[in-house]
């Protein structure tokens, strides 16, 4: 499965914005999602995740309660939708696939992964 996040971009402290991950060449209805953020000098910290059947959810601690996931298998997309956001949240998210059932909060956990979108907060 290939992977392309897009929806990233500038954000005064506060706002909102949704992150799009859309998959080609294989359905995200055989796979774990989840989503992941790099900040420069920092190493790669898991944001949530999404098991394959979509019972289980996990959010860092970070972000509960201000992001939320969601999928659209019929679309072949995962959704990051990140309200209240602070300047801590800068950084670049990858989203990613598993091919397991639950919902990993470890890169290692993931085969597959998108490109990256950049995501900005001014305060």
């Known amino acids: 499965v290939q992977l392309q996040a897009s929806g990233g971009g500038l954000v005064q402290a506060g706002g909102s914005l949704r992150l799009s991950c859309a998959a080609s060449?294989?359905?995200?209805?055989?796979?774990?999602l989840g989503w992941f953020r790099q900040a420069p000098g920092k190493a790669r910290e898991f944001v949530v995740s999404?098991?394959?059947?979509?019972?289980?959810?996990h959010y860092a601690d970070s972000v509960k309660g201000r992001f939320t996931i969601s999928r659209d298998n019929a679309k072949n997309t995962v959704y990051l939708l990140a309200n209240s956001l602070k300047p801590e949240d800068t950084a670049t998210y990858y989203c990613?696939?598993?091919?397991?059932?639950?919902?990993?909060?470890?890169?290692?956990?993931?085969?597959?992964w998108g490109q990256g979108t950049q995501v900005t907060v001014s305060s």
């Open positions: 990613a696939a598993a091919r397991t059932l639950g919902a990993g909060t470890e890169p290692l956990d993931y085969n597959y």
């Open positions: 999404i098991s394959m059947y979509s019972g289980t959810i």
């Open positions: 060449r294989g359905s995200i209805s055989s796979y774990a």
